[in-house]
């Protein structure tokens, strides 16, 4: 609807109604001109209703009513007629006229003016109150409209989203009750048997009767499987089939309805074969084409192929193609071909690339409808071969081959499907010599019988379950080859004659069928359609490659596992490593520093004592065991015994008591000159780190078993290593090496070690080095006694007196000293050394375990020169 405006419906006077076209007009939207009119209509006394419309609606408004008026003045006479004749029913009319009484010049002009009175105002007045009840009602119902609309749209989305989900269910439920009706179908049939064998007889015809012959047959109503024949007057032989239809039994209630499962496992996609087998003119084609007016099995199987399509519509898709053949004196013709070029065409047998059999060039003709079935295969019966013979004037010469190609698509789940169904009319087994044939139809006949052999061949070798089945050796059999036996459901009709003078050739074909039933197929395998089992196969080849490399991938796989458990492994253990480095690191830090702080401390503490007290205080500066470094490797401490012979070594004491001393037996002990009993001494110092960089060790041992070794020796023993450590050596500052003899104490000769090797021996007992003797006294008394290494290996004592000492050479040879520098702590290394900072602590802690394993190498060396000395 428009934009709401306030409009005027003006009632016009007599005098203006016939200058105006219309009832009314729309005046003006400005409301100055409604003021305007309002006040001209009031001054000449006329009123003038003011309604509220829209232009939209009073324009519909104009336009509709001179059709109303139109369609109402035909009604207007009725009524007008009815009035008069005093009928008043018509309510539309008389409302019409209550309302709408304004005498236009239209319904003047029909002569309706007197039907409406002479009040205009009242009459417009009227109409327009009408007319907006009208436009309510309508507007009321247009948006009544939209609401019901927009309810239905709502409804119908909401019933869109209930019924989705439940029509999906159906449908996949109907999917799987179809998928299971088909399961069971098949299996039903399977258990009658996936080759079927019915015998049908004919009956005796008007020729037979005529010559006498009798019926063979004998039936019993109730035993529809089974028959009998009467082969004398004494024997009968019983023979048990499917089904038995008698000559009564007609070609549908009876024949195709035992057929229809059969035909429909075919619409389910399984390959299907019908064949009607007997002797000549038993009514195998009247079985398989029947006549006009009664149908035979290849017509009826297709009409029900199209019904049961058309049932399944709504879910399945069909295509039906069909084509015709016959083979001929071992030769292939097409019968649904249309000139003489393609009936000569030579047509072969080819194996497609899904197994099955094919005739290329073979007419495939689709059909939709079965008069189109009907008429192609009177056409294809037109073009078979046929003779007249003594048992049949129009005898088949040949098999009759019908192939229907079915083709699905299930519209569910896409899956397509392809399946073949042969109806098959044999040409007529039969005695050459009975029927007295000779030329062309003795060869026909030859043919014929060669081909039902290679068929019997076929069904033999089935029947006993051979895995060679030798279809190739007729052209019957190879087209048959993809849908007669394995994975196909056949149907034979074995048709027979009931006249006594055919009762041999009745027992050979009984006897056939008997054989055909008793084959015993396996479970029925579903037929694809031959594309679909192409890219199926491609797939499974492609799946098979997959699965070798995902194989292939999960070896390589594992290996990867192994290693990288491996790896892990490692790593677990080099962060172990690392973790235990770490914290040798952290120990070794704080001992440095605890021992650099005792360092510290006792520098301190001996500056304070010797300004006060120089002479009194010379105690060498031992830190206590537990704060010390590690020096069971500083320590001068004899390399591992060997089996020596009478050597009595003692053991060493527990660190607790002193460390570096060991006890000396008094069997060993060393006697001085003066012939008192002296205890060996050694004291191996911890390095200290003195103001004036100089460091001391001393060595106490008894004089007359000290050699001295020239302190190039003992360097050169001690130096590789220690290159090794600095590559730049700095300069050797002076260290001094004082020999403290035991005996007298107060003789204690010291050597200077001098840059230049060369010692510098004084027997200065006032060095600044050497301690007091009472001091030394004090130490001794302190310090338990150790058994000197030529002690402990039982060495005669020699006597030395302090003038030997005074002599280098006696000196060296008695006994020698090792003066090592100690970098550990030193101001000079740290500063020489530069260290990553990451590795300060590991670096630390490393530098001191090699010092402590070269000074452990340089005590074992001692050890062992000193042997050398001894032995010497
Ligand atoms: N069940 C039946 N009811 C009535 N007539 C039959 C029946 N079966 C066969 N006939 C008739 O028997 C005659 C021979 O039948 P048909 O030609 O079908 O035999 P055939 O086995 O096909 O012979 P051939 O092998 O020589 O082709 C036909 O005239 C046919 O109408």
């Known amino acids: 609807m428009g934009e709401e405006q306030a409009l005027a419906i003006e009632a016009p006077n007599s005098s203006t109604l016939d200058s105006q076209k219309g009832l009314c007009e729309p005046i003006q939207e400005n409301q100055d001109h409604q003021d305007t009119l309002e006040s001209d209509h009031l001054d000449s006394g006329v009123i003038i209703p003011l309604i509220d419309m829209t232009i939209e609606d009073n324009d519909k408004a104009l336009e509709k009513e001179p059709n109303q008026l139109k369609d109402q003045e035909p009604k207007a006479n009725i009524s007008q007629d009815k009035e008069e004749t005093g009928d008043t029913t018509d309510d539309t009319i008389d409302a019409f006229k209550d309302d709408c009484t304004i005498p236009s010049p239209t319904l003047k002009a029909h002569g309706l003016s007197s039907f409406f009175g002479p009040d205009l105002s009242s009459a417009l007045q009227l109409l327009g109150t009408k007319y907006n009840s009208l436009m309510k009602k309508y507007q009321e119902g247009s948006s009544r409209l939209q609401l019901l609309e927009t309810e239905c749209v709502t409804l119908s989305n909401k019933c869109l989203q209930e019924c989705q989900p439940r029509y999906e269910n159906l449908k996949e439920k109907y999917t799987l009750e179809c998928a299971e009706r088909k399961r069971l179908y098949n299996e039903l049939i399977e258990l009658k048997g996936n080759i079927r064998v019915f015998c049908r007889c004919r009956p005796l015809n008007t020729e037979e009767a005529s010559k006498g012959y009798s019926s063979v047959l004998e039936l019993d109503p109730s035993l529809d499987m089974e028959l009998q024949i009467v082969c004398t007057d004494s024997s009968r032989k019983k023979f048990r089939f499917d089904h038995v239809f008698g000559p009564q039994d007609n070609q549908a209630e009876a024949v195709f309805a035992e057929t229809l499962p059969v035909v429909r496992s075919a619409l389910d996609g399984y390959n299907v074969c019908i064949f009607a087998y007997g002797q000549t003119g038993t009514g195998k084609t009247y079985t398989m084409e029947g006549t006009s007016e009664d149908r035979g099995v290849n017509y009826r199987s297709l009409e029900e192929l199209f019904q049961s399509s058309l049932e399944r519509c709504s879910t399945m898709k069909y295509e039906f193609s069909i084509s015709m053949l016959e083979v001929y004196n071992e030769k292939i013709r097409d019968l649904l071909a249309e000139n003489s070029d393609q009936h000569a065409k030579k047509l072969e047998i080819k194996q497609t690339a899904d197994g099955t059999q094919d005739v290329p060039g073979l007419v495939e003709a689709q059909v939709n409808s079965v008069d189109e079935v009907w008429d192609m295969l009177?056409?294809?019966?037109?073009?078979?071969?046929?003779?007249?013979?003594?048992?049949?004037?129009?005898?088949?010469?040949?098999?009759?081959?019908?192939?229907?190609?079915?083709?699905?698509?299930?519209?569910?789940?896409?899956?397509?499907?392809?399946?073949?169904?042969?109806?098959?009319?044999?040409?007529?087994?039969e005695r050459v010599g009975k029927i007295e044939v000779e030329g062309e139809r003795l060869k026909e006949s030859q043919f014929i019988?060669?081909?039902?052999?290679?068929?019997?061949?076929?069904?033999?070798?089935?029947?006993?379950?051979?895995?060679?089945?030798?279809?190739?050796?007729?052209?019957?059999?190879?087209?048959?080859?993809?849908?007669?036996?394995?994975?196909?459901?056949?149907?034979?009709?074995?048709?027979?004659?009931?006249?006594?003078?055919?009762?041999?050739?009745?027992?050979?074909?009984?006897?056939?069928?008997?054989?055909?039933?008793?084959?015993?197929?396996?479970?029925?395998?579903?037929?694809?359609?031959?594309?679909?089992?192409?890219?199926?196969?491609?797939?499974?080849?492609?799946?098979?490659?997959?699965?070798?490399?995902?194989?292939?991938?999960?070896?390589?796989?594992?290996?990867?596992?192994?290693?990288?458990?491996?790896?892990?492994?490692?790593?677990?253990?080099?962060?172990?490593?690392?973790?235990?480095?770490?914290?040798?690191?952290?120990?070794?830090?704080?001992?440095?520093?605890?021992?650099?702080?005792?360092?510290?401390?006792?520098?301190?503490?001996?500056?304070?004592?010797?300004?006060?007290?120089?002479?009194?205080?010379?105690?060498?500066?031992?830190?206590?065991?537990?704060?010390?470094?590690?020096?069971?490797?500083?320590?001068?401490?004899?390399?591992?015994?060997?089996?020596?012979?009478?050597?009595?070594?003692?053991?060493?004491?527990?660190?607790?008591?002193?460390?570096?001393?060991?006890?000396?037996?008094?069997?060993?002990?060393?006697?001085?000159?003066?012939?008192?009993?002296?205890?060996?001494?050694?004291?191996?110092?911890?390095?200290?780190?003195?103001?004036?960089?100089?460091?001391?060790?001393?060595?106490?041992?008894?004089?007359?078993?000290?050699?001295?070794?020239?302190?190039?020796?003992?360097?050169?023993?001690?130096?590789?290593?220690?290159?090794?450590?600095?590559?730049?050596?700095?300069?050797?500052?002076?260290?001094?090496?004082?020999?403290?003899?035991?005996?007298?104490?107060?003789?204690?000769?010291?050597?200077?070690?001098?840059?230049?090797?060369?010692?510098?021996?004084?027997?200065?007992?006032?060095?600044?080095?050497?301690?007091?003797?009472?001091?030394?006294?004090?130490?001794?008394?302190?310090?338990?006694?150790?058994?000197?290494?030529?002690?402990?290996?039982?060495?005669?004592?020699?006597?030395?007196?302090?003038?030997?000492?005074?002599?280098?050479?006696?000196?060296?040879?008695?006994?020698?000293?090792?003066?090592?520098?100690?970098?550990?702590?030193?101001?000079?290394?740290?500063?020489?050394?530069?260290?990553?900072?990451?590795?300060?602590?590991?670096?630390?802690?490393?530098?001191?375990?090699?010092?402590?394993?070269?000074?452990?190498?340089?005590?074992?060396?001692?050890?062992?020169?000193?042997?050398?000395?001894?032995?010497?």
């Open 378 to 429: 009177k056409a294809g019966g037109r073009n078979r071969s046929v003779g007249s013979t003594n048992a049949n004037e129009l005898s088949s010469r040949s098999h009759c081959l019908v192939r229907v190609i079915i083709k699905s698509k299930n519209m569910l789940d896409g899956h397509l499907c392809r399946s073949n169904m042969w109806l098959v009319d044999l040409a007529g087994s």
């Open 449 to 872: 019988n060669k081909s039902l052999s290679a068929l019997g061949d076929v069904i033999s070798a089935l029947a006993s379950r051979n895995p060679h089945i030798p279809y190739r050796n007729s052209k019957l059999t190879h087209l048959l080859q993809s849908s007669l036996g394995r994975d196909c459901k056949t149907l034979m009709f074995v048709q027979i004659s009931p006249s006594t003078a055919d009762l041999g050739e009745t027992l050979c074909s009984l006897n056939f069928a008997s054989r055909v039933r008793g084959i015993e197929h396996g479970p029925v395998r579903k037929q694809s359609d031959p594309n679909e089992s192409f890219k199926i196969k491609q797939l499974t080849d492609k799946l098979r490659l997959e699965e070798k490399e995902t194989a292939k991938l999960n070896e390589s796989l594992q290996l990867m596992h192994l290693k990288y458990a491996s790896r892990e492994n490692v790593f677990k253990t080099l962060q172990e490593k690392i973790r235990d480095a770490e914290q040798t690191c952290k120990t070794y830090q704080q001992k440095v520093k605890e021992l650099e702080n005792r360092l510290a401390d006792e520098k301190n503490g001996r500056h304070s004592v010797e300004s006060r007290e120089p002479t009194k205080y010379h105690k060498p500066p031992l830190p206590p065991v537990k704060q010390r470094p590690p020096l069971g490797k500083l320590t001068n401490r004899l390399p591992p015994p060997g089996p020596r012979k009478g050597s009595s070594i003692t053991p060493m004491q527990s660190s607790t008591d002193k460390e570096n001393i060991l006890t000396m037996k008094k069997s060993t002990t060393y006697t001085s000159p003066n012939n008192q009993p002296t205890i060996a001494r050694r004291i191996s110092l911890v390095p200290i780190v003195r103001p004036s960089r100089r460091r001391a060790s001393f060595a106490v041992l008894p004089s007359d078993s000290l050699t001295a070794v020239p302190e190039t020796h003992q360097l050169h023993s001690t130096n590789s290593n220690y290159q090794r450590y600095q590559p730049k050596a700095p300069p050797r500052r002076n260290s001094v090496a004082t020999f403290v003899p035991f005996t007298p104490l107060s003789k204690v000769s010291s050597v200077t070690a001098t840059p230049d090797g060369k010692g510098k021996f004084t027997n200065n007992a006032s060095s600044k080095y050497s301690s007091p003797p009472s001091v030394q006294a004090m130490w001794r008394s302190k310090i338990p006694s150790i058994g000197s290494p030529r002690q402990r290996l039982r060495l005669p004592s020699s006597p030395c007196s302090s003038s030997a000492l005074k002599n280098p050479q006696m000196t060296n040879k008695l006994c020698f000293s090792i003066q090592k520098r100690l970098i550990v702590g030193s101001p000079t290394h740290r500063q020489s050394t530069t260290i990553p900072p990451g590795l300060s602590l590991l670096g630390q802690a490393l530098r001191e375990k090699e010092i402590v394993g070269k000074l452990g190498t340089a005590q074992r060396v001692l050890c062992r020169k000193r042997r050398q000395s001894a032995f010497q």
